[in-house]
């Protein structure tokens, strides 16, 4: 998306997490404990991959997109599906996007990425007289620089 920035991968993390499974230092309920809430989710909307459950490898992952923000009032919190985030980032400022990846046949469930969408990411990349790659390398490098001079000026 073009006005994804400052992203948050958390690969590294999952693969502490099943380090530890693999090792007996953890058992399989504890990583398999995606709540009903989180499942139904997956179901309705989100957005179904190619990746196979680390855990059961049965079934394929599904990722979630939660949505979070100050303008989205009673919307802050919902799952979207991917088709909306592009909507909702020509329209808001700023939010906040949780991407969560979800076994409906084992419950595994895992923090995957976050990153903030908007049109605020819009205008640090004009100030900057830079282009965001589709990966938001520009607003990683110069995004914190641009929001400061914004905030400076309000």
């Not at 953890?26 to 459950?53: I, M, W």
């Not at 979207?80 to 991407?99: G, K």
């Not at 469930?109 to 938001?136: I, P, T």
Request: with cysteine.
């Amino acid at each position: 998306m073009r006005t994804q920035r400052q992203v948050v991968d958390y690969s590294l993390q999952k693969r502490a997490v099943l380090r530890e499974l693999l090792a007996g230092r953890v058992g399989a309920y504890d990583v398999c404990d995606a709540s009903p809430y989180l499942k139904n989710a997956a179901r309705f909307h989100g957005e179904p991959t190619d990746q196979r459950c680390p855990i059961c490898r049965s079934e394929n992952l599904t990722h979630v997109h939660y949505i979070y923000g100050d303008e989205l009032k009673q919307s802050a919190g919902q799952a979207r599906t991917l088709a909306e985030l592009p909507v909702l980032a020509m329209t808001l400022r700023e939010f906040q996007v949780f991407v969560v990846e979800v076994c409906l046949g084992c419950d595994w469930n895992h923090l995957v990425e976050q990153y903030l969408l908007g049109r605020d990411g819009l205008a640090g990349a004009a100030e900057g007289g830079q282009e965001q790659d589709s990966m938001g390398g520009a607003a990683a490098q110069g995004g914190r620089a641009g929001r400061r001079r914004r905030e400076a000026q309000r």
